[in-house]
């Protein structure tokens, strides 16, 4: 079965086409600036690459082109778009009804606007790509995996917070989580690289990325995790602050600062960029933080301390600990960061090892060899992760999350 996937944001659709079960990727590529004076398609096939200038105004025009370069006849993969049975879309909310992916209806497109007041940046894009496949793929299985299923096994006193209740039962105000897609990828992958059953498995999953979030997996499934209600709490990103005292808000108001500035302040220009004063992206940080430069030193401090604080407090949420687990493109790359996040960790159980870790290739583990708790590294695939359900729910085998 071949199943494409698609994570359309707000001017961009990324696509993989995947033949399964085999989970060969056949065709991988996107379209940036949907709607802006020129857009630009990049796909890759065979490892070969092709890339295009065109004019494309919105997520149809987008999603059409797509479809038109998966079955060009130079560049394309496949004959007819009547071979893409099914299509996994990533969506960012699902709210409390979403515990799995699901095959998308119009009760499930109904839920997904409804989420988007709770992910107004997200959710609405999610659902006009959609739109798209459905218009343009009308007899495919369309399938909704969502950041937010993963972490549907959190229990209430990990997922409430000590506000009112009514404001939970008014707003459904509650810590969400994202990223879920990829806790489970790499917390799955840890398991059966370690050889422990995946229902017995614990783990601290540590997502780093532009956006970066922690997990605490307990016998397979999520039971916390640092983002909340929206992708700010928890870390400190590369815009975003991560936690703080929410007092500052109410005080920033009092001196003038309005809703939206106050927004774009947390959202927009805190984290990594708000810090250094710099560059919101690690590698362009770390290169400054070496020559000298206090604030970019300083955020790499900020950001290494905070994740660190929530090892501690996930090993202390699991009781037993069998992994920490690090992915996204810091996750994956940063190996100095690793280290430091990593330092004096040993009456915890954590212990890594430097060489190891400097030479991290892929999959790794770079704990030292008398570790009670692995480290490993995950190159995370949320990409394959959709692919996996998109294909067990339009009818495939099952995949076995
Ligand atoms: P996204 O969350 O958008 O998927 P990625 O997972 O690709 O983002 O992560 C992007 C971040 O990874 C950026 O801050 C980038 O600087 C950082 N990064 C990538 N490679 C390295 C590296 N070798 N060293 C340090 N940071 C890196």
Redesign the pocket.
């Given at each position: 079965m071949k199943v494409l996937v698609i994570n359309a944001g707000s001017s961009s659709i990324k696509y993989q086409l995947y033949q399964m079960p085999e989970a060969r990727v056949l065709a991988k590529g996107m379209v940036e600036r949907i709607g802006e004076e020129s857009s630009k398609l990049a796909h890759s096939y065979d490892a070969k690459t092709h890339s295009i200038d065109a004019k494309v105004p919105d997520h149809e025009a987008g999603m059409e082109l797509i479809l038109k370069t998966l079955a060009d006849k130079e560049v394309g993969v496949i004959s007819n778009i009547s071979e893409i049975e099914s299509v996994g879309h990533r969506v960012v909310h699902g709210g409390e009804e979403f515990t799995g992916s699901m095959l998308i209806d119009e009760t499930v497109v109904k839920s997904i606007e409804k989420f988007a007041d709770l992910a107004p940046l997200h959710n609405p894009p999610n659902l006009t790509g959609i739109r798209a496949a459905q218009h343009k793929l009308p007899k495919s299985a369309q399938v909704a995996c969502f950041d937010t299923a993963f972490h549907s096994t959190i229990p209430e006193v990990a997922y409430m917070y000590a506000l009112p209740y009514e404001i939970y039962e008014k707003y459904r105000v509650r810590r969400y989580g994202f990223h879920g897609t990829s806790h489970r990828y790499v917390a799955r992958r840890a398991a059966e690289i370690m050889g422990i059953d995946k229902y017995e498995f614990n783990a601290v999953t540590c997502?780093?990325?532009?956006?970066?979030s922690m997990t605490a997996v307990k016998n397979g499934k999520s039971v916390d995790t640092s983002m909340g209600l929206t992708p700010l709490e928890g870390l400190v990103m590369?815009t975003r602050s991560g936690d703080f005292d929410p007092a500052i808000l109410f005080y920033l108001a009092d001196k003038g600062y309005d809703f939206k500035s106050l927004n774009a302040m947390c959202n927009k220009q805190s984290g990594?960029l708000g810090i250094s004063g710099l560059s919101?992206?690690?590698?362009?940080?770390?290169e400054l933080a070496e020559t000298g430069n206090k604030r970019a030193k300083l955020a790499i401090d900020i950001f290494c301390y905070r994740i660190k604080k929530y090892i501690g407090a996930y090993a202390a949420a699991l009781g037993r600990l069998d992994a920490v687990i690090f992915t996204?493109?810091?996750?994956?790359?940063?190996?100095g960061?690793r280290a430091q996040i990593c330092s004096e960790l040993n009456q915890i159980g954590i212990k890594i090892d430097l060489t190891k870790n400097r030479d991290a290739r892929k999959e790794s583990d770079v704990s030292a060899d008398d570790s009670p708790v692995k480290v490993l590294v995950i190159p995370?695939n949320e990409e394959l992760a959709i692919a996996k359900d998109t294909f067990e729910l339009a009818g495939g085998k099952p995949s076995g999350k």
């Open positions: 997502h780093l990325g532009n956006g970066c590369g990594l919101n992206d690690m590698r362009n940080i770390s996204g493109g810091i996750g994956e790359n940063a190996t960061l995370t």
